[in-house]
C-alpha cells in the first residue's frame, strides 16, 4: 500500500474500534474533548505527536503504517488475535510449540 493510499483517521478508527476502545476514551487520553477528536481524524494532516500518543495508549504502531520496507525485506506482518482461558493458555502453546507453525515462525 502506497503512503498516500493511507487514510489515517479512518485506519484509527478501526483500530481502536477492533482493540475496544472508544474515541471518547482516546479523546480524553489525548486531554482533549471527542469533538476534536473527530475533527483531527477527519483531517487530512495528523499531528505526529498526537499519533504517538494514539499509538502507544492503543497498542498499536501507526507510524509503522509509513515506513517502508527495504526491497530486500519481503516480510508480512500477521497478527493472530483469541482470547484462552487462563488454565488452558499453557496447553495451546504447547500445541502450538509441537507444531510446524511454531518452528517456521521461530526459525532464524
Known sequence: MKTEDINIGKTIRTVCKQRGFTLVSVAKELGMAKQNLDYLLN????????LFTISKFVGYDFVDLFTQPKEDEQTTEVTLQIKIAKDKSDEVLRYI????????????
Open 43 to 50: 483531517k487530512e494532516d495528523f499531528p505526529v505527536k498526537t
Open 97 to 108: 510449540k509441537d507444531k510446524e507453525l511454531y518452528e517456521i515462525l521461530t526459525k532464524k
